[in-house]
């Protein structure tokens, strides 16, 4: 395993102190870049550990905040923040590009070479980056086949992959179709991977995120949409090492 290094970095954004983990690889030269989003509940160490595991193959990875620093671990807190922001794409846009200006600002990172990969609600604020014109060179959502206004995917200009659990209540066949006709009529080099018998969430361990109706933890599919996410890297923002790395 190479050696990494890790920081904490404060932002504004969403009216908040945002507080995001930052994970660089060994070396000093510049390298290609990943923005992790996490699901509705916020930044845990879930993501952090997946941030710090991107900075294992070569990147620099930030995974960023969503609620100034806290983990809602209470669903109807939660679905009171979240709601009224995934209605509102110009907010979900404004949280996305204040942690990319992070990103971006960081000396090792290409800004050139940028991937936004996210869950759930930070998975919905990626494709509002790519929907917002963002030259990024892939985007990767998992539990986040979401819509947005008519006519923005034209906009992407980079592959999208979206991977759901078949069982998935949040994101069900309707939803999944309408955004699929959503990317085929925007003319998006898109994909979308249906993980049979997941449900939302399926790749969030348990440890710290509540039981709800619909939400589940399945092990062998989490690591098998890992692994679709950092294929989608090494095809869509390569590096030139491969140090090797698997998350925590």
Do not use: K
């Amino acid at each position: 395993m190479t050696t990494i290094t890790t920081r904490t970095v404060q932002y504004p954004a969403d009216g908040l102190t945002m507080i995001g983990h930052l994970a660089l690889p060994a070396g000093v030269d510049r390298r290609p870049a990943v923005l992790l989003g996490p699901e509705g509940m916020g930044l845990s160490d879930v993501e952090r550990h997946r941030a710090d595991a991107l900075a294992e193959l070569g990147y620099v990875a930030l995974a960023f905040d969503l609620h100034g620093g806290r983990y809602l671990g209470d669903p109807a807190e939660m679905l009171a923040r979240c709601m009224p922001l995934l209605a509102d794409p110009d907010r979900m846009r404004g949280v996305g590009h204040a942690a990319l200006d992070v990103l971006r600002t960081e000396p090792r990172t290409d800004p050139d070479r940028i991937a936004a990969i996210g869950y759930g609600t930070g998975g919905a604020i990626a494709l509002e980056l790519g929907r917002a014109g963002v030259n990024l060179r892939a985007i990767g959502t998992v539990n986040a086949t979401t819509t947005g206004r008519p006519g923005e995917a034209a906009r992407i200009r980079c592959p999208v992959w979206a991977g759901v659990g078949s069982e998935d209540p949040i994101m069900p066949p309707a939803q999944r179709n309408a955004f699929t006709t959503e990317m085929q009529a925007a003319g998006v080099d898109w994909r979308l991977t249906v993980y049979g018998g997941a449900l939302h969430a399926f790749h969030h361990p348990t440890v710290d995120h509540p039981t709800v109706p619909g939400v589940g933890y399945h092990p062998r599919h989490a690591q098998r949409a890992w692994h679709d996410v950092v294929d989608l890297l090494a095809e869509c923002l390569p590096v030139t090492e491969d140090l090797g790395a698997s998350p925590r």
